[in-house]
């Protein structure tokens, strides 16, 4: 009975793309194209719940934004290790969520008049922090490009954080777990 239940459910989640949004107005962000169903039910459940791919979820990667053009937005990802308060903590891994879609709307008034927006990240770690130094890996991303990264602070205010740019990283210090626009000046 219960592979019966596991394949309908596989079957539906691969063969329909009806799935209520979390934020009324927000497009699903979960493609269920053929390669969502990796025989594992319940790694593709958690993809669901976090709108994400199974690729996505999979590797801790966002690349793909509401509300954003597929092709302008910079694919990011997040992998172990992170320096909490000045401490290397090489265990600590920060999730990388979607954005929700009003944060994006922010994001992109916010990037007016100061650059490109890149992309935007939603990030969150269970840890207690003051101060978290992050590293996102951030494919294509040059040493030197002129990135800055915004911390939401509240609906209204973003605030520059530190930003470092290598080759395929962005290094940002943050304050908070929350959204983040990260902005290419032009």
């Known amino acids: 009975m219960k592979k019966a239940i596991a394949l ?3 079957g539906a989640m691969i063969f329909s793309t009806p799935v209520m949004a979390k934020e009324v107005g927000a497009p699903v962000a979960v493609y269920l194209e053929e390669s969502s169903y990796i025989g594992i039910t ?3 459940v958690l993809a669901i719940d976090e709108d994400k791919t199974i690729g ?3 590797n ?3 690349v793909d934004i509401w509300a954003m053009d597929g092709e302008d937005v910079q694919d990011l990802a997040i992998g172990k290790g992170a320096v909490l308060d000045g401490v290397e903590s090489p265990a600590l891994t920060f999730e990388l969520l979607k954005p929700e879609l009003k944060r994006v709307y922010a994001a992109k008034t916010l990037a007016e008049g100061k650059g490109s ?9 269970h840890a207690a922090y003051s101060t ?3 590293t996102f890996y951030a494919p ?6 002129a990135i800055t990264v915004y911390q ?6 973003w605030v520059a954080v530190p930003t470092e740019v290598t080759d395929d990283h962005v290094v940002v210090e943050i304050t908070a777990n929350g959204h983040l626009a990260f902005i290419e000046a032009k």
Not at 152 to 157: A, E, F, K, M, S
């Open 117 to 125: 927006l890149l992309t935007v990240a939603n990030v969150h770690t």
């Open 132 to 134: 978290a130094k992050v």
């Open 140 to 145: 294509g991303v040059k040493a030197g490009q």
């Open 152 to 157: 939401r602070v509240t609906d209204d205010n």
């Open 42 to 44: 319940a790694e593709t």
């Open 60 to 62: 801790n990667a966002v």
């Open 56 to 58: 996505e979820h999979m």
């Open 8 to 10: 309908a459910l596989a």
